[in-house]
C-alpha cells in the first residue's frame, strides 16, 4: 500500500502537500471508485481531526445559528446517500502543458476524478434547520486549514448536495477529508471542501483565495502572477469532458480489434448524452456503448471495440451531452494560463504489432 493508503501504482505528483491520481487501467475498472485508487487533491498538509471533538459552525444569513457535533449531525438530520463523480478543474492538464508551458501547476493526467458513494446530511435540510434567510445569495463553506469556496443558494438548497461522513460505506479517511467534507455534484471539486468546520449563508460569493483568485479561467493572453482577484471567469458548474483511460498512451498492442474504454461526464443539470470515437483523427466517428450510470450525478464508463492494422494509430474520443454541446476539438482552443477545464477531444497515441501479446488494458 502507497502513501494515505493509497495503490502501490499510483501516480503520486506531489508527497506534501499530497496530490495523486490512479493509473489510467485502475480508474478504468470500477464504475463506483474504490478508495484506495480515488485522486487526491491538497493544497497544505492533510488534517487529522478528531471526530468526537469535531464542530460544524452554520452561521451568517440564517434566523438560529447552529453548531453541531457529528453524531449531532447523525441524529438530527435524515441519512442520504449520493453517487457522485468528482473532478477536479485541473484534470488532464498535462496535454494543455504539453501545448504551451503551465509553470507552478500540478500536471494531473485524465485520471483527477473519481467516483464514489457519498454518505451524509442533505446541506439542504441543515440550512432549513438553521433558517436561511431570503439575503442569502450563496453559502460559503471553510476547512480546518483555511481553504474555502461558495455555491449559489439554488445549488446549495439542492437535495444532492451532501455534508457527508461515509464515503463507499466507510468513514470518511482524512485523506478525502474526513471527519465532515462537503459533496457538491455537478460542480468542480473545488467546491467539495474537506475538513470542513464553517457553513456560512451571505449575500456574496466567498472572497476565499480559492473562490477569488485561484480557480479562474483566466483569458490566454493573461498572467496569473499578475492578475487581479476577482479576474477571469468564476469557476463552478463543471464542463462537459471525457478521456479514453484505455488502451494508455504510448502503450504497443497486438494489431486487430482493440478494446477502447473510458468515462464521460456533464456538468451540472446536464446528462452525457453520447460518446464517440475515431480512429482516423476525427472523420469517420463511431458511437461507443455507454454503461448505465450507478445514479445521476455518477459518470458514464464508455466502451468500442476497433480494428487497428498494423502501425501507429491514434485514438480519439469525444463525449456530447442532452444540450447537443460537444468538447471542442484541441487543447490550443482551450488553453488556459493557469490550466484548468481542459475538456478538449481525448486522443491516445498507440501502436499496433502484428502477432503482439499486449493487451489493451492492465485488467
Ligand atoms: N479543505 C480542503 N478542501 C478541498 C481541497 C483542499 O485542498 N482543502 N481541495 C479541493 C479540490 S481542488 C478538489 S479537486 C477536491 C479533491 O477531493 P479529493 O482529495 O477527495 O479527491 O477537494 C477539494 N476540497
Ligand atoms: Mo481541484
Known sequence: MGLWGKRDDTVVHEERPFNAEPVPDALDRHDV????????????????????????????????PLRLSLAGLRERFAVRTVVATLQCAGNRRAELAAARDIPGQVPWGP???????????????VLAAAGLR??????????????????PVAKATAR???????????????VHGGPLR??????????????????????????NRFQARDYRLLPADADPAEAAQGHGLSLGVAALNAAVLCPQEGRTLPAGPVRVSGYAAAGDGRAVARVDVSVDGGRHWRQAD?????????????RLTVRLPPGTAEITARAWDDSAAVQPERVEHVWNP??????????????????????????
Open 33 to 64: 471508485t474504490p478508495v484506495d485508487t480515488f485522486f487526491s487533491r491538497n493544497h497544505a498538509d492533510i488534517q487529522q481531526l478528531d471526530p468526537d471533538a469535531f464542530r460544524l459552525d452554520v452561521d451568517g444569513l440564517v434566523e438560529r
Open 111 to 125: 485520471c483527477a476524478v473519481s467516483t464514489a458513494e457519498w454518505t451524509g446530511a442533505a446541506l439542504a435540510d
Open 134 to 151: 431570503p439575503e442569502a445569495g450563496h453559502v460559503a463553506f471553510l476547512g480546518a486549514e483555511a481553504f474555502g469556496g461558495s455555491i
Open 160 to 174: 444532492e448536495v451532501l455534508l457527508a461522513w461515509g464515503m463507499n460505506g466507510a468513514p470518511l479517511p482524512p
Open 182 to 207: 462537503v459533496v457538491v455534484p455537478g460542480y468542480i471539486g473545488a467546491r467539495s471542501v474537506k475538513w470542513l468546520r464553517r457553513v456560512t449563508a451571505q449575500e456574496r460569493p466567498s472572497d
Open 290 to 302: 455507454l454503461g448505465e450510470p450507478a445514479g445521476p450525478w455518477a459518470w458514464r464508463r464508455w
Open 338 to 363: 493557469s490550466g484548468y477545464m481542459n475538456t478538449a477531444w481525448s486522443t491516445v497515441r498507440v501502436t499496433c504489432v502484428e502477432n503482439g501479446d499486449g493487451r489493451s488494458c492492465g485488467g
